[in-house]
């Protein structure tokens, strides 16, 4: 993303593909937004590279099916805020609420309030549930 931001920072007329495996929502919009006109999966790149190519080349904008289908699967949901994430990526850690807590100078009431509010957010039943859900999708990273 920073290479992205660097690149149309000085060439703002680049057309950039974005080539590889992460077909989350969240990471595909973080592309887009740093200026991606384009974002190809690693499985799909024979038989669609050339036509990326062409059509970025031309002006166009291209998204693989799938990946159009995740987008859209999660357009309407609530965002996580920031503090949700860091509450999600020290749950990812292996944190307890206890440590989160601490860790985040809040009490520990109000970090199982953001555990509950990511778990509805993002459609989880359990706090492993919604480390997978937010891996999958690009929301936290290990």
């Known amino acids: 993303m920073d290479a992205m931001g660097a690149i149309r920072a000085e060439f703002p007329e680049a057309r950039i593909i974005v080539l590889t495996t992460y077909s989350g929502d969240v990471q595909v919009m973080r592309a887009l937004k740093a200026g991606a006109r384009a974002y190809l999966l690693k499985g799909l790149l024979r038989k669609e590279l050339l036509e990326t190519i062409r059509a970025v080349d ?5 998204v693989p099916a799938e990946v159009a289908s ?20 020290l749950i990812a850690g292996g944190n307890a609420n206890k440590e989160i807590a601490a860790r985040l100078s809040i009490t520990e009431e109000t970090v199982k309030g953001h555990v509950k509010n990511i778990l509805a957010k993002l459609g989880a039943n359990d706090r492993t549930h919604a480390v997978t859900i937010a891996l999958k999708r690009g929301i936290i990273e290990l």
Not at 72 to 88: G, M, N, Q, S
């Open 58 to 62: 031309a002006g166009q904008k291209r």
């Open 70 to 89: 995740e987008i859209a699967e999660h357009a309407t949901d609530d965002a996580l805020t920031a503090r949700e994430i860091d509450v999600l990526r």
